[in-house]
């Protein structure tokens, strides 16, 4: 079947591909790629994918485009899938005969609501998705595929067996063609990242057991299984030749420093190569370790600190204790590492005292820069779970993660620290760490030594002054 994999259209700056912690509007806008979407079209040949918020498409240009296709699998998470939702009835009155399916974490978890919210989807995969869409685009009977869940012609629903895990991550085909050949690089921006920059998996799953972590908890797993060392050059490599525009790639595994000897053949390889890379990393990677990916061209590690309180990064099973972030942070500013942290407010646990010592642990690390999330209880996730059981969430089970503008909600609230005070809080801790004399001078010296940086800084500024204006009304 003529396929279509879709980023529908939603709110505007929304960014679609970071689901593990939350989806809405950036405090500066930001895509990342969508390589969830990548994957399986790259196992459909002559497919197409279409990220509408990153190409700035409206839902009527968007609608105009996906009719032409006979099969229209769009990626949908808990805050965007009612207009994900509408937008399939739309594209339904249009073109009744279209096949239309949704993947991502929101169905996985919940394909039975997720079938009967909506008549306009016809499935929902679940667990690793990519071999199920390439199955339903070779036009194999639903009844034959596994982890697949469907609407029968008499309205009935299906939950056909689950799909194994993925255990050769080699047999993946490179999602690096699929982006230069569907998608518009120069729409990719992420604040902390050189630009233009790609971002590749090399594994899935993670090992840490972190309760609010969204992916790990509902299509990847806790076991980290990985591409081959040889597998993740050769990728690098075609990105290097085919696509000499890029500045940087993004390794986006959950913590891609997990296996220190795996990470250290693939940094040496990296350095052969020539190119400028960065990762997601634990605050707990050895000096060692960090001096090898640091002489093989590491640029920035992207590190969830989450909370500056041991009782709170116990409650969330972090795995990691303030004392060894502690002493990461200064191995990296040793080596001239840089460093994006990001912290969460109103995890279990969170007091008025814990958000303040938060702040000051922020201020005392300094990384380079920060992002400040607020606790989203995902269903699947532990985190969801404890919060119906103890009641924290509004009117019990009811989720709002983001208003109707996108900007993030506070969905849990606690009878000591409400939700209004927790969603406060986020405009404090950006102040009380930007608005400081040393890091206002860190920035003005990142900005005079590149006109670019200059020209990049001076429009992140005015997103973030305006998101803070939002965030406070």
């Given at each position: 079947?003529?396929?279509?994999f879709?980023?529908?259209?939603?709110y505007?700056?929304?960014?679609g591909?970071a689901?593990?912690?939350?989806?809405?509007?950036?405090?500066?806008?930001s895509f990342?790629?969508?390589?969830?979407?990548a994957?399986?079209?790259?196992?459909?040949?002559?497919?197409?994918?279409?990220?509408?918020?990153?190409?700035?498409?409206?839902?009527?240009?968007s609608?105009?485009i996906?009719?032409?296709?006979?099969?229209?699998?769009i990626h949908?998470?808990?805050?965007?899938?009612?207009?994900d939702?509408?937008?399939?009835?739309?594209?339904?009155k249009r073109?009744?005969?279209?096949l239309?399916?949704?993947?991502?974490?929101?169905?996985?978890?919940?394909p039975?609501?997720?079938?009967?919210?909506?008549?306009?989807?016809?499935?929902?995969?679940?667990e690793?998705?990519?071999?199920?869409c390439q199955?339903?685009?070779?036009?194999?009977p639903f009844?034959?595929?596994?982890?697949l869940?469907?609407?029968n012609?008499?309205g009935?629903?299906?939950h056909?067996?689950?799909?194994?895990?993925?255990?050769?991550?080699?047999?993946?085909?490179?999602?690096?063609?699929v982006?230069?050949?569907?998608?518009?690089?120069?729409?990719?921006?992420?604040?902390?990242?050189?630009?233009?920059?790609?971002?590749?998996?090399?594994?899935?799953?993670?090992?840490?057991?972190?309760?609010?972590c969204?992916w790990?908890?509902t299509?990847?797993?806790?076991?980290?299984?990985?591409?081959?060392?040889?597998?993740?050059?050769?990728?690098v490599?075609?990105?290097?030749?085919n696509m000499p525009?890029?500045?940087?790639?993004?390794?986006?595994?959950?913590?891609?420093?997990?296996?220190?000897?795996?990470?250290?053949?693939?940094?040496?390889?990296?350095?052969?190569?020539?190119?400028?890379?960065?990762?997601?990393a634990?605050?707990?990677?050895?000096?060692?370790?960090?001096?090898?990916?640091?002489?093989?061209?590491?640029?920035?590690?992207?590190?969830?600190?989450e909370?500056g309180d041991?009782?709170?990064?116990?409650?969330?099973?972090?795995?990691?204790r303030?004392?060894i972030a502690r002493?990461?942070s200064?191995?990296?500013?040793?080596l001239?590492?840089?460093?994006?942290?990001?912290?969460i407010?109103?995890l279990?646990?969170?007091?008025?005292?814990?958000?303040?010592?938060?702040?000051?642990?922020?201020?005392?690390?300094?990384?380079?820069?920060i992002?400040v999330?607020?606790?989203?209880p995902?269903?699947?996730?532990?985190?969801?779970?404890?919060?119906?059981?103890?009641?924290?969430?509004?009117e019990?089970?009811?989720?709002?993660?983001?208003?109707?503008?996108?900007?993030?909600?506070?969905?849990?609230?606690?009878?000591?620290?409400?939700?209004?005070?927790?969603y406060?809080?986020?405009?404090?801790f950006?102040?009380?760490?930007?608005?400081?004399?040393?890091k206002?001078?860190?920035?003005?010296?990142?900005?005079?030594?590149?006109?670019?940086m200059?020209?990049?800084r001076?429009?992140e500024?005015?997103?973030?002054f305006?998101?803070?204006?939002?965030?406070?009304a």
């Open positions: 079947m003529k396929t279509l879709l980023q529908a259209p939603s505007d700056g929304f960014d591909g689901g593990s912690r939350y989806q809405a509007k950036r405090e500066v806008r990342w790629y969508p390589t969830w979407l994957q399986p079209a790259a196992l459909v040949p002559d497919s197409r994918v279409l990220d509408a918020p990153a190409d700035g498409l409206s839902v009527e240009a609608l105009d996906a009719q032409q296709y006979d099969l229209v699998l949908t998470s808990t805050p965007s899938f009612p207009t939702a509408l937008f399939a009835e739309d594209l339904k073109k009744p005969s279209l239309i399916g949704m993947v991502g974490a929101k169905v996985a978890v919940d039975h609501n997720s079938l009967t919210a909506s008549e306009a989807i016809d499935f929902v995969c679940r690793e998705f990519d071999f199920t199955e339903i685009a070779e036009g194999k009844a034959q595929i596994k982890g869940s469907y609407r012609r008499d009935s629903i299906e056909n067996e689950a799909r194994p895990i993925l255990e050769n991550m080699d047999e993946l085909p490179f999602v690096a063609p982006y230069k050949r569907d998608l518009k690089i120069d729409n990719y921006f992420i604040g902390y990242l050189k630009h233009p920059y790609v971002s590749i998996y090399t594994g899935r799953g993670c090992r840490s057991k972190c309760t609010f969204l790990p908890q299509v990847g797993g806790h076991r980290y299984r990985t591409r081959s060392v040889e597998n993740v050059l050769a990728e490599k075609w990105i290097r030749d525009e890029v500045k940087e790639i993004m390794f986006d595994d959950d913590t891609f420093t997990d296996f220190k000897p795996r990470v250290e053949e693939i940094a040496r390889g990296l350095g052969k190569l020539g190119v400028t890379w960065s990762c997601n634990k605050a707990n990677v050895p000096y060692t370790t960090l001096k090898i990916m640091k002489e093989n061209g590491l640029r920035l590690l992207l590190v969830g600190y909370s041991d009782q709170i990064l116990l409650n969330i099973k972090k795995g990691l303030t004392d002493r990461f200064d191995d990296c500013r040793k001239g590492i840089k460093i994006h942290g990001t912290f407010l109103g279990p646990g969170e007091t008025q005292d814990t958000i303040q010592k938060t702040i000051e642990y922020a201020k005392e690390i300094n990384p380079h820069t992002q999330s607020l606790a989203a995902y269903p699947g996730t532990t985190l969801y779970n404890q919060a119906v059981e103890n009641g924290w969430l509004e019990n089970k009811v989720i709002n993660l983001v208003s109707k503008e996108g900007v993030q909600l506070a969905a849990i609230g606690y009878p000591h620290l409400s939700r209004d005070e927790i406060h809080q986020l405009e404090n950006y102040k009380r760490f930007y608005f400081r004399p040393s206002i001078w860190e920035i003005l010296h990142e900005m005079l030594t590149s006109w670019d200059m020209k990049r001076l429009r500024g005015v997103e973030f305006r998101f803070l204006r939002a965030h406070e």
